[in-house]
Nanobody, 128 residues
């Protein structure tokens, strides 16, 4: 049985930092791309970044580029989202998702339906 669990969410002051973790079990982790999404109340789920199987390549949405960093440790079956210079508008529930793609293109990672497995989400609240 596949399980994906996010952790690390909480309250953070605007301008501060937070690191989220995403740990998966029940599958071969390094066979999957890992994407991070977020969803604020009343808004659509937004794809913000993705990391390739071995971590050699990453892609970011404009909204987080230069502030957030995605990484992974395949030996620990865990991916991370380092959030720096957090803004009030970053407040949302953050989800990680795993995808097994034969071929990658940069337009795919922001589409929720393209992912195979999802975590339950972790809430981030930035205080202005």
């Amino acid at each position: 049985q596949v399980q994906v669990v996010e952790s690390g969410g909480g309250l953070v002051q605007a301008g501060g930092s937070l690191r989220l973790s995403c740990t998966a079990s029940g599958l071969r982790f390094d066979d999957y791309y890992v994407g991070w999404f977020r969803q604020a109340p009343g808004k659509e789920r937004e794809g913000i970044c993705v990391i390739t199987y071995g971590g050699a390549a990453t892609f970011y949405a404009d909204s987080v580029d230069g502030r957030f960093t995605v990484s992974r440790d395949n030996a620990k079956n865990t991916a991370y989202l380092q959030m720096n210079n957090v803004r009030y508008e970053d407040s949302a529930t953050y989800y990680c998702a795993l995808a097994h793609w034969e071929k990658f293109d940069s337009g795919k990672y922001k589409i929720p339906d393209k992912y195979n497995y999802w975590g339950q989400g972790t809430l981030v609240a930035a205080l202005s």
